[in-house]
């Protein structure tokens, strides 16, 4: 286990607000200087660009002189050597660009692909692609700063060693033994001595009797002291016992080892790759799903060392899915090297994680219905990830913390991935019926004077309808 | 009007059977076995004492508790390489075809994570309405039977592919004879990968049409099945023609059938009914009449005198006339009807062709320019090859697609000529009865696993698509005829895929875009590979009537059918089809003899079955055959005649078919035989079936039945969940009752009216408070009413009882989209069956008040004869599932409210909240809740019957619905998956549900589209407008539960005083 130092990132909210600001002065100062040419640079959107850039290019490409899988971006609209048409082409479909001849793209392909591999071809329209050149051709000043921002990313102090808890733990035992060992030695060496100094008087000696029977005597003198410390005792067994059993099924900071020491911190806060690149099905399916090793090798074809464990990790990619880090290129069942894209054939072991968030069976939770429909930030229920090593659950006072970070998120109060967690925030979240045809509906037959409800009508009393108004404390929202 | 009939859910019920008295009066009908607990002898022996007990039980707490305070660790695996068509979590849908030689039909395979879990009609692109039947549906379970050969073998022992190859193919091409024998193949390129071989090849069907196609060549030229097209038939005449559920390719007829049964326009199709057992057609004819097998050919005959307006001969007065009004009916509606007949005897269907012609319905409801392409076997020829492989002429026989160990009528004889053969080769996936006989088997792909290419009428091919990769080490039939054939290229997809190249079919047809949409569609047209037959008729009847005029009935007659779970056999070991009740007798897990009360009585059998009333055995002997069998007290069994269904008694000499298959004990131990086998399901009937004139004959004009002192039970749901005899569950009515108020509105029309109750106010403002005034029932809320009226969504479903058959495909679908647990023989016999929708089959007496008005018998003594128990009686099919009543009377008595009522109208079941008090199900008035008794998953009782047990089988379940504990109810809960994500869906989508989009898994299997669901609030949906129908109607509306199902009155279209 890592300690994480939990410095706040710098706030990137206000980063990416600045890029619209920018990024809306572009577009007027389009506007307003009426530059209509058709050039693939100058008609495009920057902030749809903005989107598609970070979706499709952002994994391979940076704007700055820097090549990560693919060459840096910075000044491409000065140093593209070719015409409006190859630059789609070679975009959409980059086989197919080189076959043409085209020299300046020849060129690319010699330097380029050898070493990295081909670009895969992207499912981007020409008006897309001249969304993304305006963006790229006028890269955010503020892009300096986000360069600048992984400094602002977590460090993960990985030479600490880890201080656990029981460690504190067998000190204290140890301690806690000694006292007793003086304690009963003291008690031993008093007594000879009252023993050594009644002899002298003549006194009696004192009864030979054994230590719990003299533990007897003294509770018996001091009975009303031990009483008031039994009473104590038991509360104190009552109250910890309580919070022990409200604590089961409490998963909240949840880390468990993983088979590969996956960095979400370098991912998504260093090289700000968006949550869904990996966990695209959060979005079509109710599973957000852990990516299959051929997502991670998109980048990591290219990107052979880690900056923090070196290729160990990512060494185990490559044995997953059979591909050789010398040669660049994958394995196939019979153990040939050259294949350029992995093979089903290979035998490899899959990469068996262990499940971070989890459901009881019965209890059947879409991602997309959250993420797609209701529009809610991954950070309400997973915490700012870009902080994190490998995956974790987020307690919620942490989540509550984010708020200022990621506007809009709901402030919950109930421990994370419980039942009641659920609840409060389907009675808090508001469902907008005006921006979908399936809400309107809805909507339009609550208020239907005709044939709506009047029982269901006090729903529209504080202008919000919430989840929960809509059904979602219902059982069989959830459990089918 | 029909609305005094009286309704009994069987003779069980009208004869007031002291069994039937006593499960009445009990709400839960199995006692708590607490006598037969305190009478285990081996409780006196125990030495656990008291404290003991106290020790365990601290012990247990403890270990529970802690147990529940480890954080489980779940591991999850991605893809490596994750194919791109995947999203874990989401189904992916693939268009293919269904055909086992029996029932063909279009499909829709639903896989998830790769793995097929649904099967469903393909009603997109289908043929007819696309629709499948329990068959089919059930069919998905059969690809993870863990029975299935997982490599080839030689003689029972593994081996592989290449010396299987090496020695088939030495065998063929060596000097002996080869032949392959099949059933019929309706695949063009399996057929030319079968003729690349060179050899033989003769077909056979289990179910023989022979004689059907042989009055077709004879009377037209055309040795073929015609088409039939019931959309087409106003007036359909069957005589013991089984179309709805096994008479030929009936997949297709169902919904044909029922698009004209629907009376809202107006017309209703009327359907005669001739038959000996009651059979699921039967149930659902407007006019049944009971005859003997061999009169079947005299009431073709009949009918082909009174049409050429003759009389009709050789047959008593009371069938005359049925017969002639059949007749009548027929002629009244020339080129709109379908005389059929089931028999497999030549003479009747030449006659029966014979008065479709005189008809006119060849060319309108009778297609042979276009014929089917199905039961073409011939088993003249298997016959002779029989005889040769017994005289050592033989020396390769390939057996594919067929069990002729099992099904041949001379199955023994063919045994003995299959030991005489040097090699043979079966490819049937499973050690059965010809492939564990056989030296080699190659076993073939599951067809989920296979691609394949089907015609079953010219002009249209139908494909089948892999929607898994092999789980075993087989491979395609096909593959092997190409490889044993030395083909140059003997991969079969590339030999299928070239039959649809531009190289091929000359006009260059099909280009890969083409292929992938015919492969998106599960069909292409246009490419012409089966002929199109021209026809004349010459029709020659005179020798047919006078061969049926000679046919003599014995005493007893027996009639050999198919059952519309288990096939011809193919469905044995399939948990999910056994444990589907019979349509008709309402058994599980069975065969038995059926037979009428009075041969019953006669012979001093059991008439009432029940858990601890056992069925006697009975034998019954056709010359020299003897099977031994449970008689079952059949209603509409015609007296003098037997029934029994085929497709029983499979894997009787302990042969591997799957552990379903076989009978299972009071621990779930399987039954062993005196020879120390497992003991079958039902015994074999084929044995029973004989060989005349080259056809297989399914009937018996003679046979001999005697009682046994033997006893045996039969799981039998048809008198559990009674109604009490509240009469207001199932409404009928006649057509003509029906047009006289069909502009009535709703709750005013005789036959459904509005229920209505006294009150003491004067509402019919007469100034007077007496009888007389009534107030709808409606009007009366004992609960707060709960607000789904017009708000959001309030699912709700129609069940129109005028066009459901019975089928059972709603049961089936319904069981493994909802992973219902399969609970075996002996748990169905305590009534703890878990279907979560039931069919309840009500008969219905034929006498009513105003028959007996009319033959002036007084109104007390009419009471009696509607007492009289129905011989012949009618039926009515009612689908129950869950209500989801909305003033539900589960809900309010549920001491933790785990049952609630949800604001889209739906009743729902929380399991992991229920305590399993079962009170809910005690004051469920439709008895439609179901307690899991027993860790089905987990209990060793029931490794042999349910799927969740092995690791294989479990795969079928539907991961979107929670395989319940023990201990907690469970019940319909109108598929709240699919609603759940329906409107998703439309969220994603942004619009609103359209009507159609969110269907039941029964909805969406019944074939005749009797049951319908939707939005009620929806104002443009199907339901609010069937709803709000005058034929609507809750049932036991009197009780005031305001279901959201709307079941439709049944209108049978007979005269009212026929009714």
Known sequence: MYSIDMKKPMNSRLIRVQHLALAICTVLFFQVSGVGAQSIWEAGDPISGQTLFNTNCASCHKITDEVLVGPGLLGIQDRWGSSDEMLVQWIQNPQEAHESGDKYIKGLVDRYVGTYGWMTAQAVSKEEIGDIMAYVSNPPEVLGATADASADCPTLDYDKVEESESGNAIWFLILFVLFITIALGASGVKRSLTDVLAEKNGEALLPDSSYMQRLGGWIWNNLVFVSLLGVFFVLYLVVAGYSALMDIGLYADYSPDQPIEFIHSVHVCENEIDCKYCHHSAYESKHAGIPSANVCMNCHKAIKKGKISGTAEIEKIYAAIGFDSNSGTYIDGEGEIGNLLPQDSYDGEPIKWNKVHNLPDHVFFSHQQHVTVGGLQCQNCHGDVSTYSVGRIAPVEEINELVDAFPGLIQLSKPTLTMGWCLECHNKAEVDLTSNGYYEELHERLNDSERGNEELRRYLEDDKITVRELGGWECSKCHY | MANTKKYWSGLDELDGTDAFQEIQSKEFQEQIPVDKFLADEKLNSTTTGRRDFLKFMGFSLTAATLAACETPVIKSIPYTNKPAEITPGVANYYASSYYDGMDYANILVKTREGRPIFVKGNAATGIGAGKANARVIGSVMELYDKARLEGPTKKGEATTWSDLDTAVSESINGNGRAVVLSNTIVSPSTRKAIESLGVEHIQYDAISYR????????????????????????????????????????????????????????????????????????????????????????????????????????????????????????SGSKGESLLIAGTNDLSTQTIVAAINQLLGNYGTTIDLERPSQAFRGDESAATQLIADMNSGKVSTLITYGCNPSYDMPNAQAFNSGLAKVSTS?????????????????????????????????????????????????????????LVWSSAENSDWYTFLRSQYNGAYTSDALYSDSDWNSAIHDGNMVGNNLSESPNYTASIETSLAERKVSKVKGGDMELVTYVKATAGAGQHAANPFLQETPDPVSKVTWDNYVTMSKSDMVALGLNTYIAQEDLATVVKVTVGDKQIELPAYMQPGQKPGTIGIALGYGRGSNGENIGQAAYQTGEKGQHLMLDSGLPMPIGVNAFPLTSNSEGNTIYASYDVNIEATDREYPLACTQIHNTYMGRDSVVRETSFDSYLAEADKPKGKASWNMAHALNVHDDTNHDGVIDARDKENTSEFDLWHSHPVKDVGHRWGMTIDLTTCTGCSACVTACSIENNVSVVGKDEVLRHRDMHWIRIDRYYASDYSLEKGEDEGVGVISSYGLMEDPAENPQTVHMPMMCQHCNHAPCETVCPVAATTHSNEGLNQMTYNRCIGTRYCANNCPYKVRRFNWFNYKGHSKFENVNPAHDSLARLVLNPDVTVRARGVMEKCSMCVQRIQSGKLEAKKAGTAINDGEVVTACAEACPSNAIAFGDLNDTGSQVRAISENNRSYHALEEIGVQPNVFYMTKVRNVDSNEA
């Open chain 2, 425 to 481: 080769v079966s490819m049937n996936g499973v050690a059965d009865e010809t492939a564990s006989r056989s030296t080699f088997v190659a076993p073939d792909h599951h067809y989920l696993e296979s691609w394949n290419d089907l015609s079953l009428r010219a002009g249209r091919i139908d494909l089948v698509q892999p929607t898994i990769e092999p789980l075993f080490n087989t491979r395609a039939a096909q593959e092997s005829f």
């Open chain 2, 211 to 330: 004689a059907l196609r042989e009055a077709q060549a004879a009377s037209f030229g055309v040795n073929a099945v015609p088409h039939y097209d019931f959309s087409k038939a106003k007036v359909v005449v069957s005589i013991a023609a089984d179309f709805l559920n096994s008479w030929l390719t009936s997949t297709q007829f169902a919904p044909d059938y029922a698009s004209l049964r629907n009376p809202n326009g107006g017309s209703q199709s009327k359907h005669f009914q001739f038959e000996s057992v009651m059979s699921m057609t039967g149930t659902n004819a407007d006019v049944r009449t009971m005859i003997s097998p061999s009169e079947e050919g005299k009431v073709a005959a009949g009918i082909l005198a009174v049409l050429k307006g003759g009389a009709v001969s050789n047959l008593d007065a009371k069938l005359s006339s049925r017969v002639k009004a059949a007749a009548n009916a027929l």
